[in-house]
């Protein structure tokens, strides 16, 4: 396991019996100290124990039925977990965790109007990067920047218009912006825009570089 991580994070792979002794163990301290943490643990272990006895005695929710697959790479983004890992130089099992938080609403962290991001640290070889997924409703723009360092996006799902430099990207494209750049992006289409970044030294927004608004 690669970087500081919400121990969340570790919840759904407990719960199928695929942690590491000294993994799990840290699960088990912290849902032994948190009433709502054994609560979502419980969730994740109801469901698993449906989904190995062929039978369902209780609809799990769709966030967590959707989380479990995606651990266990049959997730709706399965397609895109060997880049993942490439981009933020994790390995596949790590790549298809980080991925099953764009399943968890909570994980979710608004950053502006329109603009929502799922911030976590990257591998070794990107340590001083930005990395996370960004969502952008349908018309959200997210506001003219600087790059400090290359950016590299994935586009997961919806179309964005990348401007000034008039360029359309939607579902599986790449783009690399280098440094110095400067560009805003807006969510074209009916439908939110979805992207995985990893902004080498970050960005600059007004003058000011932009730190990701994350959670406790």
């Not at 699960?27 to 369902?56: H, I, S, W």
């Not at 890992?85 to 962290?109: C, H, N, Q, Y």
Request: with cysteine; charged share 20%.
């Amino acid at each position: 396991m690669t970087g500081a991580i919400d121990i969340r994070e570790l919840l759904a792979l407990y719960a199928l019996g695929i942690l590491e002794a000294d993994e799990a163990a840290l699960v088990e301290r912290a849902v032994a100290q948190d009433p709502a943490l054994a609560a979502e643990l419980a969730t994740y272990q109801q469901t698993t124990a449906a989904l190995a006895e062929g039978v369902a005695p209780v609809a799990p929710a769709p966030d967590v039925q959707q989380r479990l697959l995606a651990s266990i790479g049959g997730g709706r983004f399965e397609a895109f977990s060997g880049r993942m890992a490439k981009l933020f130089d994790v390995t596949v099992e790590r790549a298809r965790e980080l991925l099953g938080l764009i399943e968890r609403p909570a994980s979710w962290v608004p950053q502006l109007p329109g603009i929502s991001l799922v911030h976590f640290e990257g591998g070794p070889a990107v340590a001083t990067a930005d990395c996370g997924f960004v969502r952008l409703d349908a018309g959200a723009t997210f506001p003219p920047h600087t790059h400090l360092g290359e950016e590299i996006v994935t586009v997961l799902s919806g179309q964005l218009h990348d401007v000034p430099n008039d360029r359309l990207i939607g579902p599986g494209d790449d783009y690399v912006q280098a440094e110095g750049t400067h560009h805003y992006l807006v969510c074209v289409g009916p439908e939110a825009c979805l992207y995985a970044s990893r902004a080498n030294e970050g960005i600059e927004v007004l003058g000011r570089r932009a730190r990701p608004t994350t959670k406790p």
